[in-house]
């Protein structure tokens, strides 16, 4: 059982920056391969990044390549989305959640076993 807890969220300026934070507690988190989802108002949960067990492999969304980057520290058990020149369009609960094997990364919400709670990040002009 793992047990994910998201911080970091706020409210910013178009623009600006914001870095997400998820803490992990109950399990070693290098056994999972950790993902970035995002939900807004009225519209389906969307994939935003992962990133393998180790930290070698990554993937991040066509809308957020080049924006976002995600990162983990197994030491500290905590993954990290690093959000640079948000947009409107980037306003949505963040969560962070975990999938195994550690060495597939996946789109598919289905595949995380374990979600956090979520965390707002609204962004305005």
């Known amino acids: 059982q793992v047990q994910l807890v998201e911080s970091g969220g706020g409210s910013v300026q178009t623009g600006e920056s914001l870095r997400l934070s998820c803490a992990a507690s109950?399990?070693?988190?290098?056994?999972?391969?950790m993902g970035w989802f995002r939900q807004a108002p009225g519209k389906e949960r969307e994939w935003v990044a992962s990133?393998?067990?180790?930290?070698?492999?990554?993937a991040e969304a066509d809308s957020v390549r080049g924006r976002f980057t995600i990162s983990r520290d197994n030491v500290k058990n905590t993954v990290g989305l690093q959000m640079d020149s948000l947009i409107s369009e980037d306003t949505a609960v963040y969560y962070c959640?975990?999938?195994?094997?550690?060495?597939?990364?996946?789109?598919?919400?289905?595949?995380?076993?374990?979600w956090g709670q979520g965390t707002q990040v609204t962004v305005s002009s």
């Open positions: 990133i393998g067990g180790r930290g070698y492999a990554t």
């Open positions: 109950g399990d070693t988190l290098s056994n999972y391969a």
């Open positions: 959640a975990a999938s195994r094997p550690r060495n597939i990364l996946t789109k598919a919400p289905d595949a995380y076993e374990y």
